[in-house]
């Protein structure tokens, strides 16, 4: 069943059940003062007569079946002497004040002295009428009911179609995109309703769908040439060596040479390539440990020391060297590493480290002294493949992933990372990383 049709049919229902209750407490305040009114008649009638009380046509001992006035009929004794009675052949006379008695009835009695005489008035009233009536009055309602569903049904029927129409609109156009059309934006109402609010949401969602997209493309270029690149070379070695073998063991050390460096780019552009797709799987498991701020950035830079054959100087500073952080080691790791190798390869001799621990975050910052990152280009430098030509001073390639890999580690860690200028003339970072005191 459509949404179109239960909404329908719960209008229907709602509008059906409303209506019967509705009707229900019509009939029931005309029923019950119609009974009322009966009853105030019948007892208004008993004390006029108790009033006439002497009249010689209440000494007539029987007029039985004849209505005393319309439907009423009466029973008049006298010290227990039947003087007047006008009650059908067989009634039962019910004594008692406000009595129902048998169905179709009302009775009423008093009992009075006058004159020194006891009389009792027994008054039998006759609604057989009044419950035709109000029998009339539950079908004419039932019946009116059973219309007003007929008018309900095609009501409810157009104004869900015109209630669901922007949805179904909106359904129309959501089935039509494709990642060729994601530059289509729907259109907010001013007023931001359920529609509204659902139209933006939207726009939002398309927005970052056209941006993942780009980002993807754009990805898989570079990607695809950082990958061709040492494979060309690799190939073109070896294919070289094919069509001329090497008359002695130095010519085929020598272009082992040349294949082995394209094929230590390519290991590495693959292994960061792995890791910046295992950030969101660590990011999911949340295995995190109290990680030691100082021991970690000493384990990087000995490494880093080892790796580089020219000299930098890497001063590490703290102003609690025990400070510790709460987070997964493998992200905060690559966060130090991919850091402190982007300082040491475009700084010219000296590199700052320093971290601080203060109002539940861990700020660390890193500087160098090289020839920085200008304002414009901050923000691209996080992109995939993002270089700056002609920075680097050693004989080292870079991939442009390092960054990248750092701000999506920073993310998966609900920490932000910011670029500036550093006092020794370079660039200076700074990652701040949430950790519980």
Known sequence: MGLKFRFTLFFTSVCLLLLTIFSSLVYVQVRDKSHLQAE????????????HID???????????TPHFRDVYLRIWMDGNLLYDSFPNGAVEIVGDDSMGAPGNIFNTI????NGHKYRISGRYDIHLVLEHLSFMRRVLFLGCLGALVLIIPLSLFSTQF????FRDLAKRTSELNAEKLAFRFVEPSNLDEYGMLAKNFNLLLDRLEKSFTQARTFAVS??????TPLSVIIGQGEMALRKSPSDIQQCLSIIQKMLQPAKNLRNVINRLFFLAEVERLEQENQTVVISVQRTISEVVGGLQESYQQSREISVEADDSQATVVANQELFSSIVTNLLENAVKYSSKHVRVRFEKKDSFLNLFIEDDGPGIEGAKREQVFEPFFRIAGKSKMDTSSHGLGLSIVKACVQAENGTIQLGDSDLGGLSV??????PA
Do not use: C, M, N, Q
Not at 40 to 51: C, G, K, N, Q
Not at 55 to 65: C, M, N, Y
Not at 111 to 114: D, F, G, L
């Open 40 to 51: 105030r008649d019948l007892r208004a009638l008993i004390e006029h007569e108790w009033e």
């Open 55 to 65: 009249l010689p046509s209440h000494h007539a001992a029987t007029k039985r079946g």
């Open 111 to 114: 009992e009075r002295v006058h």
């Open 163 to 166: 209630l669901l129409r922007p």
């Open 223 to 228: 990607a695809s040439h950082e990958l061709r």
């Open 430 to 435: 700074r990652v701040s990383i949430p950790s």
